[in-house]
Protein backbone atom coordinates (compact mmCIF):
# COMPACT_ATOMS: atom_id res chain seq x y z
CA UNK A 1 0.00 0.00 0.00
CA UNK A 2 1.60 2.92 -1.04
CA UNK A 3 1.57 6.95 0.77
CA UNK A 4 -0.74 8.18 -1.18
CA UNK A 5 -3.64 4.99 -1.13
CA UNK A 6 -2.85 5.27 2.47
CA UNK A 7 -3.65 9.20 3.52
CA UNK A 8 -6.75 8.57 0.98
CA UNK A 9 -7.97 4.92 3.60
CA UNK A 10 -7.46 7.11 6.89
CA UNK A 11 -9.27 9.83 5.12
CA UNK A 12 -12.50 7.25 4.20
CA UNK A 13 -11.99 6.11 8.30
CA UNK A 14 -12.17 9.58 9.49
CA UNK A 15 -15.55 10.35 7.18
CA UNK A 16 -16.65 7.03 8.38
CA UNK A 17 -16.22 8.53 11.96
CA UNK A 18 -18.52 11.03 10.86
CA UNK A 19 -21.29 9.35 9.56
CA UNK A 20 -21.36 6.86 12.56
CA UNK A 21 -21.55 9.34 14.80
CA UNK A 22 -24.57 11.24 13.36
CA UNK A 23 -25.71 7.88 13.08
CA UNK A 24 -25.70 7.57 16.95
CA UNK A 25 -26.52 11.05 17.72
CA UNK A 26 -30.21 10.13 15.22
CA UNK A 27 -30.47 6.97 17.80
CA UNK A 28 -29.94 9.37 20.69
CA UNK A 29 -32.29 12.04 19.88
CA UNK A 30 -35.07 9.04 19.54
CA UNK A 31 -34.66 8.42 23.23
CA UNK A 32 -35.88 4.51 22.11
CA UNK A 33 -31.88 3.45 23.43
CA UNK A 34 -28.74 3.54 21.07
CA UNK A 35 -26.67 0.48 19.86
CA UNK A 36 -25.50 -1.85 22.49
CA UNK A 37 -21.65 -0.46 22.32
CA UNK A 38 -23.10 3.09 23.33
CA UNK A 39 -25.21 1.74 25.87
CA UNK A 40 -23.38 2.23 28.96
CA UNK A 41 -21.80 5.51 27.47
CA UNK A 42 -25.33 6.59 27.11
CA UNK A 43 -27.05 5.34 30.45
CA UNK A 44 -24.08 7.46 31.90
CA UNK A 45 -24.89 10.36 29.80
CA UNK A 46 -28.30 10.21 31.27
CA UNK A 47 -27.06 10.03 35.07
CA UNK A 48 -24.43 12.80 34.83
CA UNK A 49 -25.85 15.06 32.69
CA UNK A 50 -22.72 17.54 33.19
CA UNK A 51 -20.54 15.96 30.47
CA UNK A 52 -22.51 15.00 27.76
CA UNK A 53 -22.78 11.56 25.45
CA UNK A 54 -19.64 12.30 23.23
CA UNK A 55 -17.82 12.77 26.18
CA UNK A 56 -18.80 9.52 27.29
CA UNK A 57 -18.17 7.92 24.44
CA UNK A 58 -14.75 9.16 24.44
CA UNK A 59 -14.25 7.66 27.92
CA UNK A 60 -15.90 4.51 27.06
CA UNK A 61 -13.69 3.92 24.26
CA UNK A 62 -10.03 4.53 26.16
CA UNK A 63 -11.27 2.02 28.59
CA UNK A 64 -11.86 -0.46 25.55
CA UNK A 65 -8.26 0.79 24.36
CA UNK A 66 -6.92 -0.21 27.81
CA UNK A 67 -8.59 -3.16 27.96
CA UNK A 68 -7.16 -4.05 24.81
CA UNK A 69 -3.21 -3.14 26.33
CA UNK A 70 -4.12 -5.24 29.32
CA UNK A 71 -5.21 -8.36 27.01
CA UNK A 72 -2.76 -7.69 24.24
CA UNK A 73 0.43 -6.32 26.27
CA UNK A 74 3.50 -7.16 24.04
CA UNK A 75 1.38 -7.70 21.22
CA UNK A 76 -0.32 -4.42 21.19
CA UNK A 77 0.37 -2.71 18.30
CA UNK A 78 1.43 0.91 18.79
CA UNK A 79 -0.43 2.03 15.53
CA UNK A 80 -3.25 1.39 17.22
CA UNK A 81 -2.88 4.17 19.66
CA UNK A 82 -4.32 6.14 17.13
CA UNK A 83 -7.86 5.13 18.42
CA UNK A 84 -7.28 7.58 20.98
CA UNK A 85 -7.57 10.95 19.11
CA UNK A 86 -10.09 8.99 16.49
CA UNK A 87 -12.34 8.44 19.89
CA UNK A 88 -11.89 11.95 20.46
CA UNK A 89 -12.46 13.15 17.10
CA UNK A 90 -15.53 10.50 17.38
CA UNK A 91 -16.89 11.89 20.40
CA UNK A 92 -16.63 15.72 19.08
CA UNK A 93 -18.95 14.63 16.05
CA UNK A 94 -21.29 12.98 18.04
CA UNK A 95 -22.04 15.97 19.87
CA UNK A 96 -21.99 17.97 16.53
CA UNK A 97 -24.40 15.88 15.40
CA UNK A 98 -26.63 16.15 18.48
CA UNK A 99 -26.72 19.35 17.87
CA UNK A 100 -27.94 19.46 14.41
CA UNK A 101 -30.33 16.49 15.19
CA UNK A 102 -32.27 18.68 18.41
CA UNK A 103 -34.07 20.60 15.71
CA UNK A 104 -36.61 17.61 14.67
CA UNK A 105 -39.31 17.65 16.86
CA UNK A 106 -39.64 14.42 18.41
CA UNK A 107 -42.42 14.50 20.67
CA UNK A 108 -44.39 11.61 19.16
CA UNK A 109 -43.40 7.83 19.33
CA UNK A 110 -43.28 7.20 15.54
CA UNK A 111 -41.01 9.85 14.90
CA UNK A 112 -38.69 8.46 17.74
CA UNK A 113 -39.04 4.97 15.97
CA UNK A 114 -38.23 6.59 12.74
CA UNK A 115 -35.12 8.56 13.98
CA UNK A 116 -34.24 5.01 15.33
CA UNK A 117 -34.35 3.15 12.16
CA UNK A 118 -32.44 6.79 9.92
CA UNK A 119 -29.66 6.40 13.27
CA UNK A 120 -29.22 2.72 12.00
CA UNK A 121 -28.90 3.34 8.54
CA UNK A 122 -26.45 6.05 8.68
CA UNK A 123 -24.48 4.27 11.50
CA UNK A 124 -24.71 1.24 9.18
CA UNK A 125 -23.16 3.02 6.29
CA UNK A 126 -20.94 4.98 8.12
CA UNK A 127 -19.86 1.47 10.07
CA UNK A 128 -18.93 0.30 6.26
CA UNK A 129 -16.72 3.07 5.40
CA UNK A 130 -14.59 2.19 8.13
CA UNK A 131 -14.65 -1.70 6.99
CA UNK A 132 -13.95 -0.30 3.37
CA UNK A 133 -11.36 1.82 4.74
CA UNK A 134 -9.48 -0.90 6.40
CA UNK A 135 -6.68 0.69 8.29
CA UNK A 136 -7.57 0.50 11.77
CA UNK A 137 -10.54 -0.76 14.17
CA UNK A 138 -12.64 1.24 16.03
CA UNK A 139 -12.15 0.49 19.71
CA UNK A 140 -14.95 -2.10 20.76
CA UNK A 141 -14.37 -4.04 17.39
CA UNK A 142 -10.28 -4.28 18.23
CA UNK A 143 -11.51 -5.18 21.76
CA UNK A 144 -13.28 -7.93 20.76
CA UNK A 145 -10.58 -9.14 18.32
CA UNK A 146 -8.10 -8.97 20.96
CA UNK A 147 -10.00 -11.09 23.18
CA UNK A 148 -11.35 -13.28 20.17
CA UNK A 149 -7.48 -14.03 19.26
CA UNK A 150 -6.47 -14.36 22.60
CA UNK A 151 -8.74 -17.52 23.39
CA UNK A 152 -8.95 -18.59 20.10
CA UNK A 153 -12.47 -18.31 19.26
CA UNK A 154 -14.28 -17.11 16.51
CA UNK A 155 -14.91 -13.20 16.06
CA UNK A 156 -18.60 -13.38 15.43
CA UNK A 157 -19.30 -15.32 18.42
CA UNK A 158 -17.16 -12.97 20.73
CA UNK A 159 -19.06 -9.83 19.15
CA UNK A 160 -22.42 -11.00 20.03
CA UNK A 161 -21.26 -11.85 23.39
CA UNK A 162 -19.66 -8.45 24.08
CA UNK A 163 -23.00 -6.74 22.82
CA UNK A 164 -25.49 -8.90 24.95
CA UNK A 165 -22.25 -7.73 28.15
CA UNK A 166 -22.79 -4.16 27.18
CA UNK A 167 -26.32 -4.49 27.41
CA UNK A 168 -26.92 -6.03 30.41
CA UNK A 169 -24.30 -3.70 31.87
CA UNK A 170 -25.83 -0.67 30.58
CA UNK A 171 -28.74 -2.19 32.33
CA UNK A 172 -27.40 -2.97 35.67
CA UNK A 173 -25.73 0.92 35.91
CA UNK A 174 -29.65 1.97 35.04
CA UNK A 175 -31.35 0.19 37.87
CA UNK A 176 -28.85 1.34 40.30
CA UNK A 177 -28.51 5.01 38.91
CA UNK A 178 -31.70 5.79 38.19
CA UNK A 179 -33.96 4.25 41.69
CA UNK A 180 -34.19 0.40 39.81
CA UNK A 181 -35.71 1.75 36.76
CA UNK A 182 -34.37 0.75 33.29
CA UNK A 183 -33.25 4.18 31.37
CA UNK A 184 -31.44 4.92 28.23
CA UNK A 185 -31.63 1.18 26.92
CA UNK A 186 -34.89 -0.02 25.53
CA UNK A 187 -36.37 -1.11 22.07
CA UNK A 188 -33.88 1.03 20.15
CA UNK A 189 -30.69 -0.91 21.28
CA UNK A 190 -32.57 -4.16 20.54
CA UNK A 191 -33.64 -3.12 16.89
CA UNK A 192 -30.07 -1.47 16.33
CA UNK A 193 -27.96 -4.76 18.00
CA UNK A 194 -30.62 -6.88 14.93
CA UNK A 195 -30.32 -4.58 12.19
CA UNK A 196 -27.00 -2.75 11.86
CA UNK A 197 -25.56 -5.15 11.01
CA UNK A 198 -27.62 -6.64 7.84
CA UNK A 199 -27.20 -2.65 6.81
CA UNK A 200 -23.17 -2.65 7.28
CA UNK A 201 -23.42 -6.23 4.66
CA UNK A 202 -25.52 -4.00 2.16
CA UNK A 203 -23.52 -0.93 2.29
CA UNK A 204 -20.47 -2.98 2.46
CA UNK A 205 -21.18 -5.10 -0.68
CA UNK A 206 -22.52 -2.07 -2.54
CA UNK A 207 -19.42 0.47 -2.47
CA UNK A 208 -16.36 -1.82 -1.50
CA UNK A 209 -15.26 -2.15 -5.23
CA UNK A 210 -15.72 1.16 -6.79
CA UNK A 211 -14.24 2.61 -3.28
CA UNK A 212 -11.64 -0.30 -3.47
CA UNK A 213 -11.13 0.91 -7.06
CA UNK A 214 -10.63 4.55 -6.50
CA UNK A 215 -8.52 3.89 -3.02
CA UNK A 216 -6.20 2.02 -4.80
CA UNK A 217 -5.30 4.16 -8.09
CA UNK A 218 -2.17 6.38 -7.88
CA UNK A 219 -2.97 10.22 -7.80
CA UNK A 220 -0.77 11.41 -9.56
CA UNK A 221 -1.63 8.48 -12.85
CA UNK A 222 -4.76 10.42 -12.19
CA UNK A 223 -3.66 13.51 -13.27
CA UNK A 224 -1.87 11.94 -15.89
CA UNK A 225 -5.11 10.62 -17.37
CA UNK A 226 -7.00 14.04 -16.85
CA UNK A 227 -4.19 15.83 -18.75
CA UNK A 228 -3.91 13.22 -21.50
CA UNK A 229 -7.60 13.52 -22.09
CA UNK A 230 -7.64 17.41 -21.85
CA UNK A 231 -4.73 17.44 -24.22
CA UNK A 232 -6.34 14.88 -27.02
CA UNK A 233 -9.63 17.73 -26.83
CA UNK A 234 -7.08 20.16 -27.93
Known amino acids: MNKNELIKRYILFIISLFFSAIGVAFTKHGELGVSPISSVANVMSCKFT ?29 VQLLQIPLSFLFGWFTDLGMKFVSIIPA ?50 NIKIAFDIICVVLSIILSLIFFDMKIIGTR ?11 IVVKFFTNLFKKPLDTFLSVNTSAMLDIKNTAYSNKI
Open 50 to 78: DMSLGTWLVIWNCILILGQIVILRRKFQL
Open 107 to 156: NIYPVRLALVFIGIIILGFGISLSVIADVIMNSGEAFVKAIAGTINKNFG
Open 187 to 197: EGTIISAFLTG
